[in-house]
């Protein structure tokens, strides 16, 4: 699948999907799958909802764990470990390690209620990161007024939009340092007005950063904009992939070209969609 | 320490009164279950003659312990108003009122998850009230109540050796009196305790999975 | 009111003492039994969930009044200690309310959402930094109303104490009872009031701070 990208060829993969497998009882969400995602690059999963493309994040995330193949973050296993010259699960404190090269943004925000918006971004900062308050709050106040809430900090996130919402999480997420990014349908529970407010922030941050992105989205244009690669998932494999003028105007799949019709009628059905999604998760 | 031969020698005495014990239970119950409903339904009501009076009761009630109300029936009734109880009758009074509150809360709450539009469509289809409640609202608002119906008769159930105090013979009364006269309270207070522990424990479960089981018909329901 | 007269208040005002005690005392116990027992079920470990469960199921399984007997009359004879009234009434009554109140702290901590653990993760908290500084914190306001309905039915409770003869309210009650069998309706109404007084004082406690922990948040 790799030798589809020709951008990125001098480096080692900083993940790779090896032959994994996730099974929720009898249903099987993503099969077989391989994947190698470069340093810094950015990468797009579009699909049907239920096509796994979600699973692949949770999975990278710790949030579900493979039924069988495995992850390596910055060559290392995420899922195992070695003791004693044999191949074990995990144990927490393992993952603790290796987790800390990621962050996440989640489609329904899961900002903490209890904390003001400054509290939601210092609080990993101070007990994960064992930062100092004063610095920790220093870095969070430089991060809210990157993405434009400077002036909420003593907010709490039950008085903020959507897109405010959305834009506290990726700061939380942000100011934690992580080499890759997860975006899990971040614009999806928003207000259609308070899209482009999220994108925008998104777009900055993928332009000046060498950071690692995976963006599960379903704004095909967003997509186009941002991703150095596309990836088509449907039926939990991967059915395509390759640079955005690639997948957006030569589509060679029939499930693609479906896919991509779909889109161009008009936006999917977003209440459907997040049922679907509720569901499985 | 614990004498098995002693325990198997009073264990038909403590058998002997199960029968008393669930009785005074379930006729409690079914008295709670009686009252409940016009209080809730009392309580619900726009005048206030008439709610108010009632929440202030049931309130009242609910708020002091059962015991004391139990002496009241016994000790001031043929008092002050020459009525004489007998101690099981009074238990099951005292028993069946001091819940009765307990269960207009699970009738109202029943009541007020029948969804807006039900009413609406009953005064849209012109439905009198009398039909309305009866035929609409309380049929829909009963079932969902009934775990937690099932609930409050366990919850009775555990509560009938505060009968004791009043002396009516149930379980805890027998073990006391078979233990002060032997002086062996081990074995008495024990075999009691797995007594209730073996009535209660599986129609806890019982209701657990009546529980469980309703809440996924409800669930299917929505979709 | 010439029947409710005030020469019995003084003698029932020393037993409310007493119960008001225990009843503070008792909420505390069960406070840390009920937290105990709560997270314990939700433990990573099957043996701990197991005794935890095991404790609850006995003793929401039985009654109050028989752990009560059993603690104060059947286990000083097993261990061969002897115990004071107040601490059976103490252990029985934070036994008893804790198993009941493990029911809320479980219950509320299962009721906070699964994407606020799974953000928690994402920052990479550990499982106690989880439980502390996100899931916690959430589901002690949930718990708060379950907590205040159990603080009630355990005053209540105390009055059994009156059958181990603890001199409680109801136990210097039913000492006057004895000294003048006429006034009984006047004494019974005094221990209704007074016990009213006191489980109305403590609902408006328990709003009170209900209050205070869900202000400012929005």
């Not at chain 1, 003001?116 to 100092?132: G, M």
């Not at chain 2, 409940?36 to 009501?45: D, Y």
């Not at chain 3, 990573?44 to 404790?55: E, G, K, L, P, Q």
Request: aromatic share 8%; charged share 20%; net charge positive.
């Amino acid at each position: 699948m790799s030798q589809n990208i020709q951008t990125f060829t001098s480096d080692e993969p900083i993940v790779r999907y090896k032959n994994i497998t996730k099974s929720f009882g009898e249903h099987t969400v993503l099969k077989e799958l391989d994947l190698d995602i470069l340093p810094g690059e950015k990468v797009a999963l579009i699909g049907p909802s239920g096509s796994g493309k979600t699973t692949i994040a949770r999975l990278l995330m710790t949030l579900e764990s493979p039924t069988s193949g495995t992850i390596e973050v910055d060559g290392e296993m995420l899922w195992h470990m070695h003791k004693r010259g044999r191949l074990i699960s995990a144990n927490e404190k393992h993952l603790h390690r290796v987790r800390s090269k990621i962050g996440m943004v989640f489609q329904h925000f899961n900002l903490f209620p209890h904390m003001t918006i400054l509290r939601n971004v210092t609080e990993a900062l101070i007990h994960v990161l064992k930062i100092p308050k004063a610095e920790a709050n220093h870095r969070a106040l430089e991060i809210l007024e990157r993405v434009g809430l400077r002036d909420h900090t003593n907010h709490y996130p039950s008085q903020l939009s959507g897109g405010q919402k959305q834009r506290v999480a990726i700061a939380r997420a942000l100011v934690m340092q992580p080499r890759i990014m997860l975006f899990d349908e971040v614009t999806s529970a928003l207000d259609p007005e308070l899209v482009g407010e999220v994108l925008d922030v998104i777009k900055a941050i993928a332009s000046e950063g060498d950071m690692t992105m995976i963006l599960i989205t379903h704004e095909m244009d967003f997509a186009r904009d941002v991703a150095d690669r596309i990836i088509f998932t449907d039926g939990g494999v991967i059915v395509e992939q390759g640079t955005p003028a690639e997948l957006f105007e030569n589509p060679k799949s029939a499930r693609l070209q479906s896919f991509l019709s779909r889109f161009m009628k008009g936006q999917p059905d977003r209440s459907a969609d997040d049922r679907v999604a509720a569901g499985t998760e | 320490m614990w004498d098995w031969g002693y325990a198997n020698s009073i264990l038909p005495k403590l058998l002997e009164v199960i029968p008393t014990t669930l009785a005074s239970a379930i006729l409690g119950f079914i008295l709670a279950c009686l009252l409940g409903l016009p209080i809730a339904l009392a309580r619900r009501s726009s005048k206030k003659w008439i709610a108010w009076p009632v929440a202030a009761f049931s309130e009242f009630i609910r708020s002091t312990p059962l015991l004391i109300q139990l002496f009241v029936l016994v000790f001031v009734f043929p008092q002050s108003f020459n009525i004489t109880l007998s101690p099981f009758l009074a238990g099951v009074i005292g028993l069946g009122l001091h819940y009765s509150t307990y269960l207009s809360e699970v009738y109202r709450s029943g009541i007020d998850s029948v969804p807006r539009g039900q009413w609406e469509a009953s005064i849209a289809l012109n439905f009198n009230k009398l039909r309305t409640w009866l035929r609409i609202v309380l049929p829909q608002s009963i079932p969902p109540t009934i775990p937690v119906m099932g609930n409050y008769l366990i919850v009775m159930f555990k509560e009938t050796p505060t009968l004791s105090a009043i002396t009516v013979v149930e379980l805890l009364m027998t073990a006391k009196v078979i233990g002060s006269a032997s002086f062996k309270y081990v074995e008495a207070f024990t075999l009691v305790g797995i007594i209730f522990l073996v009535l209660s424990y599986p129609s806890s479960l019982l209701v657990r999975a009546l529980e469980r089981r309703m809440k996924r018909n409800e669930r299917r329901g929505i979709a | 009111m010439d029947w409710l007269s005030l020469d019995l208040l003084p003698p029932l005002l020393k037993g409310l003492k007493i119960t008001l005690l225990l009843t503070v005392i008792s909420i505390v116990v069960a406070f840390c039994f009920a937290l105990l027992a709560g997270l314990g079920r939700l433990s990573r470990f099957a043996i701990v969930r197991a005794i935890m469960s095991t404790y609850v199921e006995i003793f929401r399984g039985t009654s109050l009044l028989i752990q009560l007997f059993w603690i104060y009359f059947a286990l000083p004879m097993l261990l061969d200690v002897r115990l004071s009234a107040m601490t059976a009434a103490v252990i029985a009554l934070g036994l008893n309310y804790g198993a009941y109140g493990s029911e809320v702290v479980r219950s509320s901590i299962l009721a906070v959402p699964k994407g606020q653990i799974e953000a928690s993760t994402a920052l990479n908290m550990t499982p106690y930094q989880r439980m502390r500084r996100v899931i916690f914190p959430q589901a002690w306001v949930m718990m708060l109303p379950g907590f205040g309905n159990l603080q009630i039915e355990l005053l209540k409770g105390t009055s059994l104490v009156y059958l181990i003869t603890l001199a409680d309210v109801t136990y210097q009650g039913m000492t006057l009872r004895s000294f003048d069998i006429s006034r009984t309706p006047a004494i019974l109404a005094w221990l209704l009031i007074l016990y009213f007084i006191a489980s109305y004082t403590l609902t408006l406690i328990v709003r009170l701070s209900e209050r205070k922990v869900v202000k400012g948040r929005g």
